[in-house]
C-alpha cells in the first residue's frame, strides 16, 4: 500500500506561482510512475503531469505544458509540481497518483486515471482573475 498526501494548494491571483507537494509513504518501492490530476466539479478528472521515477522523464498535458513542471526527491520520497503563470481556468482540486503499472510509461497511459493505482485526498487551487 502507497500513501499519498499533498499539500501546498491556496488561493492566488492570476499570473502567480503556487508549488504542490506529494509525499509517498509505505510500499513506494513498488512505485514506476507519480502524477498530478485535477478536477474540477462536474468534470472528470484530468491528467496534469507525470514523472517516470527510475529517470525523471516527464509529460505534461498541452495547456500546462508551458507553465507546470513536475519534479521529485528521491530522498524524501517527494513530488512537485512547480505552477507558473497560472490561470482562473487552473482553479481545480488537484490530485497526487502514484502507480507500479508500466502503463504510465506508454503515451496513452501516462496521464489517464485509470493507470493510477494510489491517490491522495487532494489540494485546493483557487486562482482568481
Known amino acids: 500500500q502507497v500513501q499519498l498526501m499533498e499539500s501546498g494548494g491556496g488561493s492566488v491571483e492570476a499570473g502567480k506561482s503556487l508549488r504542490l507537494s506529494c509525499v509517498a509513504s509505505?510500499?513506494?518501492?513498488?512505485?514506476?510512475?507519480m502524477a498530478w490530476f485535477r478536477q474540477v466539479p462536474g468534470q472528470e478528472r484530468a491528467g496534469v503531469a507525470r514523472?517516470?521515477?527510475?529517470?525523471?522523464?516527464?509529460t505534461y498535458a498541452d495547456s500546462v505544458a508551458d507553465r507546470f513542471t513536475i519534479s521529485q526527491d528521491k530522498a524524501d520520497n517527494t513530488v512537485y509540481l512547480q505552477m507558473n503563470s497560472l490561470q482562473p481556468e487552473d482553479t481545480a482540486m488537484y490530485y497526487c497518483?502514484?502507480?507500479?503499472?508500466?502503463?504510465?510509461?506508454?503515451?496513452?497511459?501516462?496521464?489517464?486515471?485509470?493507470?493510477?493505482?494510489?491517490w491522495g485526498q487532494g489540494t485546493q487551487v483557487i486562482v482568481s482573475s
Open positions: 497518483a502514484a502507480t507500479y503499472s508500466w502503463l504510465c510509461a506508454t503515451p496513452g497511459g501516462s496521464l489517464r486515471d485509470t493507470t493510477y493505482n494510489s
Open positions: 509505505g510500499s513506494t518501492a513498488s512505485n514506476r510512475c
Open positions: 514523472i517516470y521515477l527510475e529517470n525523471s522523464a516527464t
